[in-house]
């Protein structure tokens, strides 16, 4: 049910007048006016349009749901004490020192270090940075080019969007940016592969072999991979792709780096997806989930081996005003002590992930859907018009219009392309993702009106 908004149009008239929205067509969204969002609680948003089940855990972060007062006494209590204080001049704050030993005894393999940042693209940025620093002091300073994949998010700064596979995120900024190189994601449905997913993925790693073959390996510094490919759709691996790319990076000696900024922190049924898939990264990129998106923060983990040069190679000139803030480390160690206190990563793996699936499979016959994906508390559907999929076109977005229409029917998920993503938070229960289903069904059954 809509509600009435104190000062609505007034705070719309403000926002048409001086917010520049990020990842937003203002000519489409200012004439229907900006939603705006008041309270949330729980799996739930309050705002003009009423109560909104969140299908989307605000974007994929708010993994422990609205409204969690540990965490925010945990800040107001780090804010009394000491409301900041950087790591600059050879000092820092206790919060950031136990969050760094935290995570370095939680992740996998020799991931021991941290280095803290505000986002998952500036956590990619300064593994980037890392990674040169690194090369040059192993005296190897032709490694400059990165690997990634179409499809890819890894950030919007001038060399994360670089990496990142969105024409959308590199057409108007003239990117990417030289050194950057793209290997086919394996996104077998978007190539009408579907029913050989794990022989397409085959295909995929020998391409990816081919371009680094052609490009040189000894110029190529590191390859990033997301273990699920997110805002590029949902790209869940077939079985062995991953384990293969890995063993590819090893084989010409290119660092593996890991993005775990949508992946980490229980959205699978694992803290972090690399320890699933046994990848061993060289490096590990973390956010969102850090600190369930209330405050702030990324992540770069560092292996030993890598910090070791790091700190013998003098002075490490890189850094940002709010790295390792003290406030955002209380809020994601208050973050991380609820998972483990309410067991949402079992929950997840064991009860929720499983259920939150077989609901999402449950839509494989509907006529406008041409597949559904997922793992753990992550998917996606693929849209389909009214003619099937051979009428499938560039630029119809039906993602976006499903999206608008369960929307109306109570639930927020994304819209990608011709696609539907859902990430709901870790705390969601079966009544929940059932409520969650019926919104997205009931939006999509009218898709084609």
């Known amino acids: ?12 008239k403000m926002d048409r007048a001086h917010h520049l929205h990020p990842f937003t067509d203002h000519a489409t969204m200012h004439p229907s006016g900006t939603h705006i969002l008041e309270s949330g609680a729980g799996c739930y948003l309050q705002g003009e349009e009423g109560k ?43 919060p950031a020192v136990r969050l760094a030993d935290r995570l370095g005894r939680m992740a996998p393999g020799n991931l021991n270090y941290a280095v803290f940042s505000n986002s998952g ?29 179409d499809f890819a998010y890894h950030g919007v700064t001038l060399a994360t969007a670089s990496m990142t596979g969105l024409p959308s995120c590199q057409t108007p900024y003239g990117l990417p940016l030289p050194g950057f190189l793209h290997a086919p994601a394996p996104y077998a449905y978007a190539m009408g592969r579907e029913k050989e997913a794990e022989v397409y993925g085959e295909e995929c790693v020998a391409t990816t072999k081919k371009l680094i073959e052609k490009e040189g390996p000894e110029t190529i510094g590191a390859m990033f991979l997301e273990p699920v490919q ?21 084989e010409y000696e290119i660092l593996f780096v890991a993005d775990e900024v949508i992946t980490a922190f229980g959205r699978l049924g694992a803290w972090f997806a690399s320890a699933m898939w046994n990848l061993e990264p060289d490096l590990m990129i973390l956010a969102k989930g850090l600190t369930s998106g209330y405050i702030s923060m990324g992540a770069t983990i560092v292996s030993q081996p890598i910090a070791e040069v790091l700190m013998k190679g003098g002075y490490f000139a890189h850094g940002f005003t ?41 839509f494989a016959g509907h006529p406008a859907v041409g597949e559904v994906r997922g793992v753990g508390l992550i998917g996606a559907m693929e849209l389909l018009p009214k003619g099937g999929r051979k009428d499938l076109r560039p630029g119809m977005n039906l993602g976006i219009a499903g999206a608008a229409k369960v929307r109306k029917e109570g639930a927020i998920v994304r819209g990608i392309r011709d696609l ?30």
């Open 230 to 250: 997110g805002a590029g759709g949902v790209l869940v691996p077939p079985a062995g792709y991953l384990k293969a790319m890995r063993e590819l990076a090893r």
């Open 52 to 94: 909104l089940l969140d299908g989307l855990a605000g974007l994929w972060c708010v993994n422990v749901g609205y409204g969690r007062k540990e965490i925010v006494e945990a800040v107001a209590k780090q804010m009394q004490e000491l409301s900041f204080y950087p790591s600059f001049f050879n000092s820092t704050t206790e």
């Open 121 to 149: 693209s500036e956590a990619n940025e300064t593994a980037l940075k890392i990674i040169r620093q690194y090369q040059i002091l192993k005296g190897k300073p032709e490694r400059t080019k990165i690997v990634t994949r």
């Open 322 to 362: 709010y790295s390792g803030h003290p406030v955002a480390a209380a809020a994601a160690m208050a973050n991380m002590d609820i998972i483990e206190k309410e067991k949402l990563v079992e929950r997840t793996k064991e009860k929720l992930g499983p259920y939150f699936q077989k609901k999402l499979q449950e």
């Open 1 to 12: 049910m809509a509600r009435t908004i104190p000062h609505l149009e007034e705070l719309r």
């Open 420 to 449: 539907l993503a859902f990430a709901p938070p870790l705390v969601i229960t079966e009544k929940e993702v059932d409520e969650l289903f019926g919104a997205v069904r009931r939006g999509i059954d009218h898709l084609w009106d």
